[in-house]
């Protein structure tokens, strides 16, 4: 490296000294110092100039831009970047077309309290409002699904706008934030400094905490026959499972969580009673109707999770931590909340809460476990080829393989998705990456990638759908161009599975639109030059998943499932807790021996 | 019910939009809805009246906090204010009704600000009760043209001699 290199570089990582730059470069250095390696963008006429800065930061090998085929998969890669890391992820898109494309994965992210900055290129200053050449008002656009946003028309805003738009992104709940730069201000030159004093007196990301509301939490939990946890993404967001393990242990409480929360507490453990809500186990759903306290730790109450309000735990007394002011009493009133970051409440909360045991209370639930999918999956006889017998191979081959923190799944969103919170069993929170609040179809490809950027090292599983994953197959071409080792589930059931199960049980099996053909995948990956098997029998998973696992580069498997089968249980939308579809036992799934059933 | 909230914002570009997007897209009904500076250089103040139950205003109020933009909001639904609008009311008037009209103008401590031979522009400023009460005695007249402010409040500071009147800012018929 040539020595005005080297300076060069240390000029980018100084926060302190002002100097003179474009607006592209402002974007960039703004991006460095804020820790960002990774962008996944597509260039167009009125990004230019920030590409065009963009060759030096790739050459010094402290930015890597990664070409996306559609800017909603920037969005997604960025946000299984930002899910994977804990960092704020960037996505890059051109004005128009660019930045409308963007807006599903934004909302997307938004929903899931992921930190994204998208940063977007917007036509010049003096064209703005006439109709140019790709030009949409993406602020307007954007602004009901997202955190903040800014237009900049003047290249000494800049700055404080990229500082505060990192800040807001990650700080509090996260979120994202969209920054849309005109192509003039891009290319003119101003100040840039980054050690300036962010001033927001309207954003309070961390409220304070009653102590008096958490001595109340505290007693009521230490009181209680029948507690139960509800551990939402906030735990794995602010850090924080392991004290709840150390909490729940302390005092014997069964945790449930939902579909972001799977994972605070490892799936294999005694006081785990998996994800609750719409496809959550019965015996899960039937602790939330019979505890005589719930504790919601940093969820929203979304009505997956609860079903009818009026019905939900309407025996039990709810308290809520919550980071979010506006979520509290939203859906359900809580008897107690507990405002505030769960980093601070949650060991505050594990200090009062005294060593217990409910021996009652967990042996009823015991009894009730073995009303079980998960039980079900072990005296399965296999000779038809169903979706929870792969998802159960693929979490046995993975696991022997690698360490739950190495190990990643992302999905689509249906029937895969369920099966795959219901039989594959996460360790750690924040291993499944998963579009849970908008339910984006075409998540599960274009997240592994930003993922597998992320973490070069650890296995990527994409376990996708033949519906989602033919609205963003295309992007294939970019797990080739980037050489990534991300191994593709593809449940074909022929069918958009999870609405098809609707059609049946709530239109009469009227299968309008749902029946869906899918391309020779093995010769499609192959037109990307990438190894691929299609697999029809049960049989053949084994040594099919082995081989993905085996393979140093990306993988893909069809798994051509039997086609009209359901995820049970299943509670009706907007139906009560209590009247759920249970699994039928003629259906009862089958065999395989030799791992240790949960419950 | 109706519940008076102020919030106090940052004097930027698109911050009605934000306002008014996020009322919109959460479903709340907003009855009427002002805007100006205030004290402070380079905040705004806003005037809104929710239109729902104690749950509603509450969730608009957090909701409202959680913008960038809002740096404060307060609820004056159970505090004693001052609530205020003004209207401008053309009224079709004969040169022998004027007396009528004049009559009530003073009832009413409004103004007469434009004249012609076949009709009066008024303007009244008070309550929404008050308003209320004098468009329900111009109905005798036609009421040709009408334009209101929707209310601006202030909470009282000195709260012992409160009027009933302020307190139940939207007391008569809703409009």
Known sequence: MKASTVSQDQRILDRNTPRSLTGSEM???????????????????????????????????????????????????????????????????????????????????????????????????HLLGTDAFQE????????????????????????????EAFHIAR?????????????????????????????LPGYVPYPQHEESNLHKAAELINRAESPLIMAGHGIHLAGVADVLRHMVEKAEIPVVTTLLGTGNLPETHPLSLGMG?????????????SCDVLIALGMRFDDRITGRLDHFAKQASIIHFELDVAEVGKNVQPDVTVLGDLAVTLPALNELILPNTHPEWIGALAGRKEDSARVDILTYEVDELIPPFVIRQIWESTSQRKSPEEVIVTTDVGQHQMWESQYYLHE???????????????????????????????????????????????????????????????INNGFLGMVRQWQQFFYDQRYVGTPILS????????????????????????????????????????????????????????????????????????????????? | MKYVLSAWMRDKPGVLHRVCGLLRRRNFNIDSLQVSHSEEPGISRMT????????????????????????????????????????????????????????????????????????????????????????????????????????VAIARKGSDNVLEEDIAMNGGSPN
Not at chain 1, 84 to 91: A, I, L, S
Not at chain 1, 142 to 151: A, E, R, S
Not at chain 1, 171 to 199: H, N, T, W
């Open chain 1, 277 to 289: 809500g719409m496809h959550g186990e019965a015996f899960a759903n039937e602790a939330v109707q």
């Open chain 1, 27 to 125: 974007i960039w250095d703004a991006c460095v110092l804020e820790g960002v390696t990774t962008l996944f963008g597509h260039p167009g006429g009125a990004i230019l100039p920030a590409y065009d800065a963009l060759a030096y930061y790739e050459q010094h090998r402290l930015l890597h831009h990664v070409l996306v085929r559609h800017e909603q998969c920037a969005a997604h890669m960025a946000d299984g970047y930002a899910r994977t890391t804990g960092q704020v992820g960037v996505c890059v898109a051109t004005s128009g077309p660019g930045a409308t494309n963007l807006v599903t994965g934004l909302a997307t992210a938004q929903m899931d309290s992921v930190p994204i900055v998208a940063i977007t290129g917007q036509v010049p200053t």
């Open chain 1, 428 to 490: 750690r929170a924040g291993m499944l990456l998963t579009s849970g609040g908008l339910g984006t179809m075409g998540y599960g490809l274009p997240a592994a990638i930003g993922a597998q950027m992320a973490m070069p090292h650890h296995r990527v599983w994409a376990i996708v759908g033949d519906g989602g994953f033919q609205m963003t197959l295309q992007e294939l071409a970019t797990v080739q161009q980037e050489g990534l080792p991300v191994k593709i589930a593809i």
């Open chain 1, 519 to 599: 391309p020779d995948y093995v010769k499609l990956a192959a037109a990307y030059e990438i190894p691929a098997l299609c697999v029809k029998g049960p049989e053949q998973v084994q040594a099919a998943v082995q081989a993905a696992n085996d393979a140093d580069g990306p993988f893909l498997i069809e798994f051509q499932v039997k086609e009209e089968i359901n995820v049970y249980p299943m509670i009706a939308p907007g139906a009560a807790v209590d009247d759920m579809f249970r699994r039928p036992k003629a259906q009862i799934v089958q065999a395989n021996g030799g791992v240790t059933p949960a419950f």
């Open chain 2, 48 to 151: 809104f009246v929710v239109d729902g139950d104690e749950r509603v205003a509450e969730q608009v109020q957090n909701q409202m906090t959680k913008l960038v933009d809002v740096t404060h909001i307060e609820s004056l639904s159970h505090t004693p204010l001052i609530a205020r609008e003004l209207a401008l009311l053309r009224v079709s008037v004969t040169v022998q009704q004027r007396a009528q009209v004049l009559q009530l103008v003073e009832i009413f401590t409004a103004q007469v600000v434009d004249v012609s031979r076949t009709s009066m522009l008024l303007q009244v400023v008070g309550n929404q009760t008050k308003i209320n009460a004098l468009i329900e005695l111009l109905q005798e007249f036609e009421l040709l043209e009408m334009v209101r402010t929707g209310p």
């Open chain 1, 136 to 163: 949409s008002d993406i602020v307007g656009v954007t602004q009901p699904v997202v955190k903040h946003n800014y237009l900049i028309t003047d290249v000494a805003d800049l700055p404080l706008a990229l500082k």
């Open chain 1, 171 to 199: 700080e509090g709940r996260p979120g994202v934030v969209l920054v849309d730069v005109c192509k003039d201000v891009q290319i003119a030159v101003g100040e840039f400094r980054y050690d300036m004093e962010i001033s």
